[in-house]
């Protein structure tokens, strides 16, 4: 069955940057889109970008600038560069893959395979 798993996530100051990963295994990968995906305490979990089997990409307004996704299809793996963070980013992001893309990459129930997550804390 299909597994993501999330890496990449730390504590960062305002203004820095990490790159998160997503590895995908046990299908081929490449019929994927992947989106992610971040929920803070007490919040719900809001669209955050994705990336189609065609490698073209979406994004939340709030990111739009500051993160880039990417896709390399030879390691199976989707790329959340985030950059200029503020303490806002602070949740939890999690990956998800959906077969063969979808109309709605920002609604979660589109994605029917999920990662565990990954701690992003941004401190001001």
């Known amino acids: 069955q299909v597994q993501l798993v999330e890496s990449g996530g730390g504590l960062v100051q305002t203004g820095g940057s990490l790159r998160l990963s997503c590895v995908f295994s046990g299908r081929d990968f490449s019929g994927y889109a992947v989106g992610w995906f971040r929920q803070a305490p007490g919040k719900e979990r809001e669209f955050v970008s994705a990336i189609s089997p065609a490698a073209g990409t979406f994004y939340a307004d709030s990111v739009k600038g500051r993160f880039t996704i990417s896709r390399d299809n030879a390691k199976n793996t989707v790329y959340l560069q985030m950059s200029s963070l503020k303490p806002d980013d602070t949740a939890v992001y999690y990956c998800?893959?959906?077969?063969?893309?979808?109309?709605?990459?920002?609604?979660?129930?589109?994605?029917?395979?999920w990662g565990r997550g990954t701690q992003v804390t941004v401190s001001s």
């Open positions: 998800a893959a959906v077969l063969g893309g979808t109309y709605r990459y920002d609604r979660s129930f589109e994605y029917n395979h």
